[in-house]
Nanobody, 116 residues
Framework: QVQVVESGGGLVQAGGSLRLFCAAS????????MGWFRQAPGKERESVAT????????SYADSVKGRFTISRDNAKNTVYLQMNSLKPEDTAVYYC?????????WGQGTQVTVSS
């Protein structure tokens, strides 16, 4: 099973940028598609971006398309999420996980807060 530790969140002003990191453990990491997900207060968790196992294919939620970029380095067992032009509505706890995510495992997430 792939386990993850997310980091890189913080407080940023609208229009700013952040880069999130997902350190994954497990020898099978490079076999899995990975995704970034987020959950805002009072809302359900949603998929933000996904990347296939080689990194050659990515997909994005419409709300972040053109602003966020997902990438991975299989040699480092790491997935990244570059977030530019951040908006207050991007405020949420961000999680990474395999895609599709299992029902019974999520990391602790990293908080992203965008002030207006």
């Amino acid at each position: 099973q792939v386990q993850v530790v997310e980091s890189g969140g913080g407080l940023v002003q609208a229009g700013g940028s952040l880069r999130l990191f997902c350190a994954a453990s497990g020898r099978t990491f490079s076999s899995y598609a990975m995704g970034w997900f987020r959950q805002a207060p009072g809302k359900e968790r949603e998929s933000v971006a996904t990347i296939n196992w080689t990194g050659s294919r990515t997909s994005y939620a419409d709300s972040v398309k053109g602003r966020f970029t997902i990438s991975r380095d299989n040699a480092k067992n790491t997935v990244y999420l570059q977030m530019n032009s951040l908006k207050p509505e991007d405020t949420a706890v961000y999680y990474c996980n395999i895609d599709p995510p299992p029902r019974d495992y999520w990391g602790q997430g990293t908080q992203v807060t965008v002030s207006s």
